[in-house]
């Protein structure tokens, strides 16, 4: 199902964070039916660096790509800033689009961005982000691809300034709206009272945050449509690494992990051993 028909017609839509083809294969296997490719996490995985706007336009296309060649869900694509001005924004959604991406995200930070939990960003004009969403949206081939408009100006500005600049984002034809970090309840609340009648909201659900941990159940409740877990994998991943490297550094040996460990047929079982060989007797 196409994700504008999911927003559509589902009361609410979970997507994981992913950041390379094997993630979205068991979140898909795991019934997940939305996927979001997080540039944060591929900034932590790809470069073991932190989310402060090193990975490059072509680095995520090529990211996606690769997710988009093992699954067919909607993908919810982090593009940063865009890469550059309105120009780069063209040319970013269309190399997006083309390798398989279903909503191209786009955020008012200055460049380089930073990770919207951060401290220190800095915002463009709220007419240069308009035009980025207008060219975003001439870029598309088709009209199932989905601008996301985020705007990180309750950490520089305030919510009232976040609210206003939503407005303009909205006004400049952004399918779906994204207000970054809400500082407590109360302003998720208003939030959600404000647009969650008019646009598809998105949620964004950060361990250790500035915005509090509320379920994505409690999230609808609140008008938002779209949760996003963009790291949570990421730090999942990290704990159970961290885990296995230090009982492999003490002990020599796998052996005591084993049960917390897919083996040698079980991981080719996920990746779809059987169906690539039948595939190859084919041509044989």
């Known amino acids: 199902m196409q994700l504008r028909q999911q927003l559509h017609e589902s009361n609410l839509v979970v997507a994981p964070g992913v950041y390379d083809a094997f993630g ?16 944060a996490s591929l900034s932590y995985t790809r470069l073991g660096r932190p989310d402060i706007g090193l990975m490059s336009m072509h680095e995520v296309v090529q990211c996606v790509s690769y997710i988009r060649e093992r699954t067919e869900l909607p993908l919810v694509v982090d593009a940063d800033t865009g890469y ?3 120009l780069n ?3 970013t959604v269309a190399l997006l689009e083309r390798a398989g991406a279903s909503a191209v995200q786009l955020e008012d930070q200055t460049s380089p961005k930073r990770c919207g939990h951060l401290s220190g960003k800095s915002l463009i004009p709220a007419g240069e982000m308009a035009g980025k969403i207008r ?5 598309r081939r088709s009209s199932e691809t989905l ?7 309750i950490g520089v500005d305030g919510l009232p300034s976040a609210i206003d ?6 006004e400049a034809g952004a399918d ?7 500082r407590d309840l109360a302003e998720l609340r208003a939030i959600g009272k404000t647009f969650g009648s008019r646009i598809p909201l998105v949620a964004n659900v950060v361990e250790g945050g500035r915005t509090p941990e509320l379920s994505a159940q409690e999230l609808r409740a609140l008008g938002y449509k779209l949760v996003i877990f963009p790291g949570g994998l990421v730090r999942a991943v990290a704990t159970a690494a961290e885990r296995y490297f230090a009982n492999l550094m003490e002990k020599g040996s796998n052996r ?16 779809g051993l059987a169906a690539e060989l039948g595939d190859g007797a084919l041509y044989s």
Do not use: C, H, W
Request: avoid cysteine; charged fraction near 25%; charge should be neutral.
């Open 176 to 182: 779906v709206l994204f207000v970054e970090s809400p």
């Open 24 to 39: 979205a294969l068991l979140a898909e296997r795991a019934g997940f039916k939305a996927l979001y490719v997080s540039g």
């Open 165 to 170: 600049r939503a407005e303009t984002y909205i």
């Open 135 to 139: 060219a975003a949206i001439d870029a």
């Open 256 to 271: 005591g992990l084993r049960e917390q460990m897919l083996d040698f047929a079980g991981l080719n079982e996920r990746v």
């Open 89 to 91: 924004v063209k040319r």
């Open 84 to 86: 550059g001005n309105a």
């Open 147 to 153: 601008i996301v408009a985020r705007t990180d100006a």
